[in-house]
């Protein structure tokens, strides 16, 4: 690989670090130690997350208008400020607020970060794209380990260490970006904003929204974990460093199986669609053992079978966007994939956060299990009237 890719690579491990030392115990510091509901704490989640889709949509108009390194360097300067105020104003308002903010510098730097990746190293084809991909759940497990043994600590040096790795990032781009190939014209991040063209094949783009709602449920079960369920570890008695342990699994896992997953599925002539109930019936099995659990070695064993569920339907559903999509168009049916995950994210912990606040976590069980049916019923249905030919015969839109 490329000098520039592994300076990206470093960059996202860095960035995912710093982002992750907050995320796995945003609700709890929220709940616990702002005494705010879960509501609360699921609302500001959602604002977040909305934020976040912001600000990716102003970082791929900037990749486009200026390039990948004034982006980046834009994104996470808006970032490196918020959390800067973060470590000294830090009640509810201002919490809520520079979260918001932070989210929207967050989401300014990932669609550049991918984008240079394909123009750095351009022969590299999706090995670029999959080196980005595995840095970010590096940084998922680095800084779910970190942040939960600080938080144990003290929150206010969470802050302190998220800063501290922004700060260290914003030199990495300010010093080592700046030479990067980034033209806007080799690799251009496209949106469902930037399509202006009719959608003539509806059968294939029906069948992509069936897929991507049950999708969309998927995700708003899964945002349980560092939302309601991490509130839930607490009451179990779980400690915060053991419970960001629980993370740490989770990244560790998607990066050290990759090679078993690839060899599997190279092997295994089941159809995506198969794969990807399969992934949910596992997600199914990770909340009724979480549902049970009373000790640690039960909250880990869910998230072990929890991340064995998402590698198989979170790389499943964009496949299959990809097979649907027409010729010239798999940049948009991509944008819907993502912007559903994103919708899911920005639900989640507030559906959750009023579940549990108004019926329990009983309820939030509950509701999870009828949600992953609902989303089995609608994978099982996307392509029933999609023909093989369909497939084999996709037309220009």
């Known amino acids: 690989m490329p000098k520039s890719l592994w300076l990206l690579i470093i960059g996202m491990v860095l960035n995912v670090t710093g982002s992750t030392f907050l995320w796995p115990v945003n609700t709890i510091y ?17 604002i977040n997350s909305g934020a976040g889709v912001l600000g990716n949509l102003a970082g791929g108009l900037l990749f486009d208008r200026l390039g990948g390194y004034r982006a980046i360097l834009a994104g996470v300067s808006i970032t490196l400020l918020a959390l800067v105020l973060l470590v000294f104003y830090h009640t509810f308002l201002f919490y809520a607020l520079l979260l918001a903010v932070i989210g929207f510098g967050m989401g300014m730097t990932f669609p550049s970060m991918y984008a240079m990746a394909g123009t750095v190293w ?3 084809g999706r090995k670029a794209f999959n080196a980005i991909y595995v840095a970010q759940n590096v940084g998922v497990a680095l800084g779910a380990a970190g942040g939960g043994f600080v938080a144990s600590v003290s929150f206010q040096w969470s802050f302190i260490g998220n800063a501290g790795l922004c700060a260290v990032f914003f030199l990495l781009v300010l010093f080592g970006f700046k030479e990067m190939s980034s033209k806007a014209s080799e690799i251009a991040p496209e949106t469902i904003l930037t399509q ?9 783009f029906t069948g992509l929204l069936i897929l991507c709602a049950g999708y969309l449920l998927a995700w708003i079960c899964y945002v349980q974990w560092p939302s309601t369920i991490a509130v839930f570890t607490q009451e179990t008695g779980i400690s915060l460093r053991l419970y960001s342990l629980l993370w740490t699994v989770n990244g560790a896992l998607i990066v050290l199986l990759q090679p078993v997953l690839t060899y599997v599925l190279n092997k295994w002539t089941a159809a995506t669609k198969t794969q990807i109930l399969a992934g949910y019936v596992i997600f199914i099995l990770s909340f009724i053992i979480v549902s049970q659990a009373e000790s640690f070695a039960g909250f880990l064993g869910a998230m072990v079978v929890l991340t ?4 198989l339907v979170w790389p499943g559903v964009p496949s299959i966007a990809n097979e649907l999509a027409p010729a010239g168009r798999a940049g948009f049916y991509q944008g819907i994939v993502n912007s559903t995950a994103t919708a899911g994210r920005m639900i989640g912990p507030s559906f959750g956060g009023i579940l549990a606040d108004t019926w329990g976590m009983n309820a939030v069980f509950s509701v999870i299990f009828g949600l992953y049916l609902i989303s089995m019923a609608l994978t099982q249905l996307y392509d029933r009237k999609i023909a093989v030919r369909d497939l084999s015969q996709k037309k220009t839109v």
């Open 308 to 311: 064995l569920g998402e590698m």
């Open 30 to 46: 929220i709940h616990e130690h702002l005494g705010k509901s879960l509501t609360a704490a699921g609302i500001v989640l959602m």
């Open 196 to 204: 202006n063209t009719r959608i003539q094949n509806k059968t294939m």
């Open 122 to 124: 351009k022969e590299g």
